[in-house]
């Protein structure tokens, strides 16, 4: 158990938070009804109902068997999430089922006759039904094949209810659930290296989170900025020669390469600042600091999990190390399809080197964990090609949790890189700070553009902070990632028609397969240790998919994990530990639009949906290969097959019955839910206005001195882990746009 004294982290990376949660919009009476869907999510059962068969039933067993999703402060962190967290339409879904199910007329036309009773009133609200009765209700709707918005309020809420009860700690850090399903979290765990410098950004940063309208003006200053103030409008007025907004994979590499070329760089990043010493390995807060939407982040149709990098060193503060070079038939399809040439340069390959080199890019990892020792030993069986994944981290790297922040400080997000190249050149980086709009005129010569991009207008996120910031600069260069790039450029009056179109999200399918303690004595170890993604199965250049294991705290686990009974749940949470997920990742030929912050529209196309097919079984012969007891997919009907002493006639039989299923709110009895991690391509690069949003060197057709340096700037999907295509770019602009200045 931890003393709060010896706590090594930061406080915003702790979880755990004194004040009561607010129920904002919902009654009590819609409250109750929340308590008693969840009460069915995470259901209290019989007490040896977890039994193992008969052998002795750990206390942490018993005590996760009757423990409720209705406890305290669960709906309410429900509730909380959904307020800060959801776009409109979920909140409306979900606000739409409480009202109902907390009415009897409304239960009835929900429920049927399992509202009724013998007893008066005859029809009862739904959290006066009996649990079994309520299960019943809950498992109907998830199946529903009609009103299928009503289907994703119940999704919404299993999603969320999973989330928080699996990843809410005590201010000891701890879970009680986390013993049962063999979880443990160090979170006082010293750093193997010990860290030379604490905090290696420090003199360039101003964390705005720690300024004060007092305050503010005087740090700004004294990082060497020309600053003055209007106190009337209450403007803080920078001028620099580059602002840049997003310090991720794009927006570090550009400022390093920029500030190198001695321009003053200043670098805007709504996320906060955190180090290896302040990462607390804690899913939950870990999710809501270092996440953009805190890791909650559905397309507006519930189809799609999104996760994006959201604090200094944006992606790649949290991505899973996978360094894959761009693939040369990707660069000749660029280069040729998409006339950008720079991709069949020299210049490119170069660059791509470089980044290779900053970043400490390693090839074989020493030790591989449980689920990448599956996917190995699953095509291994098969005769599949299986590939060590090169790591921007040493060879003995086995954290586990760089997903959370890699507290080990092995790993080299650009915060550890590119970043400090950048500040020291003199850049200033402004944490907690979001840009708003671009400052965008007619330009008065029309050479170039029409019109001309002067700097940028940020909010500082510090309600203790009145000020907004004026950051004038020559160059402006937006790296906000594919999902907010779009958003800033069309809330700034840019309108060209690829702008937040073009959207890529490498849509992921997940298999899972179950191998108990002791019966594959050489799959070493526990789903969540050691190396994320150290191995990768590519078929072939004809296939555009690839396999790929995931790093899936429980809570993530379990949201994704179909629901089909509280029993159910439970029993596939007891096996967490041990259970291997393998993806199958999709070049998508199918895209989506985002030109609003939060929402993301996107569609499978039917070749897409083919290979998901295609790669969504493959992974299930791996896991089965690699000798799983049980291997299913996230499908909602709870679709699994079990491998003990089944004929090859029968795994097929199963293998044939795996598709790529709609998601919730298509009108099917069985749907799935897909997740991405990877986005690119909403304001791609192309050869005129029309072909794309930015020309070859990534400025804006539209506006003069306005540049994009991120993910969105792609042309298409990779077909790989991105980040060192994406860094690679950046290079290559940075290094273009520093020749422009010179
Ligand atoms: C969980 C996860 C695992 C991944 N694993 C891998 C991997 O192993 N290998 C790999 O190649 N790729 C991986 N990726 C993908 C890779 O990290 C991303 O593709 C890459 O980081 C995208 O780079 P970017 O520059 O486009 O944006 P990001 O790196 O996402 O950076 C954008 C930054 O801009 C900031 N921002 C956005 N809007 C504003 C605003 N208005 N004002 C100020 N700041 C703003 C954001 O907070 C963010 O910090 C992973 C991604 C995730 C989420
Ligand atoms: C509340 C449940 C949210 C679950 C989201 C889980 C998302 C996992 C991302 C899986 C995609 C992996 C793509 C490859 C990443 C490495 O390059």
């Not at 850090?173 to 399903?181: H, L």
């Not at 030379?196 to 309208?213: A, F, H, S, W, Y």
């Not at 992606?315 to 894959?324: D, E, L, T, Y």
């Not at 500082?460 to 790039?485: F, Q």
Request: with cysteine.
């Amino acid at each position: 158990m931890y003393d709060d004294s010896e706590r090594k982290c930061h406080p915003l990376l702790q979880g755990e938070r004194d004040e009561e949660y607010k129920n904002g919009s919902f009654s009590s009476a819609e409250m109750a009804t929340l308590s008693s869907i969840c009460d069915v999510i995470v259901q209290p059962l019989p007490l040896n109902s977890l039994d193992d068969h008969g052998n002795k039933v750990e206390e942490s067993i018993r005590s996760f068997s009757t423990a409720s999703g209705s406890q305290y402060p669960i709906p309410n962190k429900v509730v909380h999430l959904l307020k800060t967290r959801a776009f409109l339409e979920a909140v409306m879904v979900v606000k739409l089922v409480l009202t109902l199910l907390s009415t009897r007329l409304g239960t009835l036309l929900l429920s049927g006759t399992l509202c009724l009773s013998h007893k008066w009133p005859y029809v009862h609200n739904f959290s006066e039904i009996p649990l079994d009765k309520r299960e019943k209700i809950v498992q109907k709707w998830f199946e529903h094949r009609f009103l299928t918005p009503i289907r994703l309020g119940f999704v919404f809420i299993k999603t969320l209810c999973l989330l928080v009860f699996f990843t809410q700690v005590d201010k000891k850090a701890n879970n009680p659930a986390w013993e049962a399903i063999g979880y443990h979290v160090d979170i006082n765990e010293e750093h193997p290296k010990k860290e030379q410098n604490k905090r290696p950004l420090q003199k360039g940063m101003v964390e705005i989170m720690k300024e004060t309208d007092q305050t503010l003006v005087h740090s700004l200053l004294q990082k060497g900025l020309d600053v003055t103030e209007e106190l009337k409008e209450n403007i803080c007025r920078i001028k620099c020669d580059v602002v840049i907004i997003g310090s991720g994979c794009g927006g570090g590499v550009a400022a390093a390469i920029l500030a190198k070329s001695g321009k003053k760089v200043v670098v805007l990043e709504k996320g906060n600042y955190f180090t290896q010493t302040d990462y607390s390995k804690l899913e939950g807060p870990s999710l809501d600091q270092l996440y953009e939407s805190g890791g909650i982040l559905p397309t507006l149709d519930g189809k799609v999990m999104i996760q994006a990098g959201s604090t200094v060193g944006g992606g790649s503060a949290v991505n899973w190390s996978a360094c894959i070079k761009t693939p040369q038939s990707l660069r000749k399809e660029w280069a040729e399809e998409y006339h950008i040439k720079l991709y069949e340069s020299h210049e490119y390959t170069s660059a791509m080197n470089k980044v290779c080199e900053r970043i400490g890019v390693t090839e074989k990892c020493t030790k591989e964990g449980f689920q990448n020792q599956v996917l190995r030993k699953g095509c291994q069986n098969l005769g599949l090609k299986v590939d060590s994944v090169p790591q921007n981290a040493s060879e003995n790297h086995h954290c586990g949790t760089c997903c959370y922040g890699c507290r080990s400080g092995d790993k080299k997000g650009t915060d550890s890189t590119w970043l400090v190249d950048a500040v020291d050149h003199g850049a200033v980086i402004i944490t907690g700070c979001k840009a708003k709009k671009f400052m965008v005129t007619r330009n008065q010569n029309g050479k170039k553009r029409r019109k001309k991009c002067l700097g940028v207008i940020a909010q500082v996120l510090n309600d203790k902070i009145l000020k907004r910031l004026h950051i004038e600069a020559k160059v402006t260069i937006s790296a906000c990632g594919s999902l907010l790039t779009p958003p800033l450029m069309i809330s700034s009056g840019l309108k060209n028609p690829n702008i937040g179109r073009n959207l890529h999200l490498h849509p992921v399918a997940m298999a899972w397969g179950y191998f108990p303690e002791g019966e594959t004595d050489d799959l070493t170890g526990k789903s969540y240790e050691g190396g994320i993604l150290t191995s990768v199965h590519k078929p072939g250049s004809d296939e555009t998919y690839i396999l790929e294991v995931p790093a899936l705290g429980p809570g993530c686990f379990a949201g994704l994990t179909p629901w089909v009974s509280g029993q159910d749940l439970k029993e596939r949470m007891l096996k967490y530990s041990r259970t291997a997920h393998v993806f199958s990742l999709v070049k998508d030929r199918g895209s989506g639009e985002v030109t609003s912050a939060g929402r993301i529209s996107y569609k499978f196309s039917k070749f897409d949906n083919e290979n998901i097919k295609k790669g969504l079984r493959q992974a299930l012969r791996v896991l089965i290969a690699a000798g799983a007891v049980a291997v299913g997919t996230q499908r909602s009907d709870g679709q699994r097959l079990k491998c003990k002493g089944t004929s090859k006639e029968e795994i097929e039989e199963f293998l044939e019955t795996v598709d790529a299923v709609p998601g919730p709110m298509s009108m099917v009895k069985d749907w799935n839910i897909y997740c991405s991690a990877h986005q690119m391509g909403s304001c791609r690069m192309g050869k005129s206005e029309k072909e794309g949003a930015v020309d070859e060197n990534g400025e804006s057709w539209e506006a003069e001195g306005l540049y994009v340096c991120d993910a969105s700037i792609l042309p298409s999907a990779v077909g790989v882990n991105p980040m060192i295509t994406i860094q690679s770019t950046a290079y290559c602009l940075a290094e273009r746009i520093a020749d422009i200045f010179r």
